[in-house]
């Protein structure tokens, strides 16, 4: 069943993703995190990326030590039924996070990948990664990985 594909396919996308990124914590990364909120504190709401990466010390909400409000760079892995939510609304709200540099969407249905990154001046500009044998680099930590990678087989014949 297509459904079925697409989940496991979300859930390999994310475990190769989690697998390859955690070598970030050899780094100066202090963490990489799954199945935290992440405070949006101008408009009093929380969201839960799919992962989020924290450079330096981890800032927290409160003493419950489960809503960050301080992450570099957040990735979700695009469904179906969260597509347009990440793309569209979810963006925009973490556009409102004052530390966030980089914003990732990765693809579950397709090899695509979007990465947007935040310059200087605020604005946020896009990379596309269409290929297999594209390298996505998060330039704000310094790692690269081959979308072959991030993928693994899920779109092989």
Aim: glycine fraction near 6%; charge should be negative.
């Amino acid at each position: 069943m297509p459904c079925q594909v697409r989940a496991k396919s979300t859930i390999f996308i994310l475990k190769s993703v989690c697998r390859h990124w955690w070598a970030l914590k050899r780094q100066e990364v202090q963490s990489i995190r799954e199945g935290y909120a992440c405070a949006l504190l101008e408009n009093t709401l929380y969201t839960y990326p799919d992962m989020s990466i924290v450079c330096g010390k981890q800032e927290y909400l409160d003493k419950e030590v489960d809503t960050l409000l301080n992450p570099k760079v957040i990735v979700e892995i695009l469904s179906a039924s969260s597509r347009d939510y990440d793309k569209g609304g979810k963006f925009t709200l973490y556009r409102g996070i004052p530390s966030l540099e980089e914003y990732i969407l990765i693809d579950s249905e397709k090899v695509f990948v979007e990465r947007f990154c935040k310059n200087e001046q605020g604005q946020w500009t896009l990379s596309e990664y269409k290929t297999l044998n594209d390298q996505l680099t998060i330039s704000n930590i310094k790692f690269t990985v081959g979308l072959t990678e991030v993928y693994g087989n899920v779109f092989e014949n």
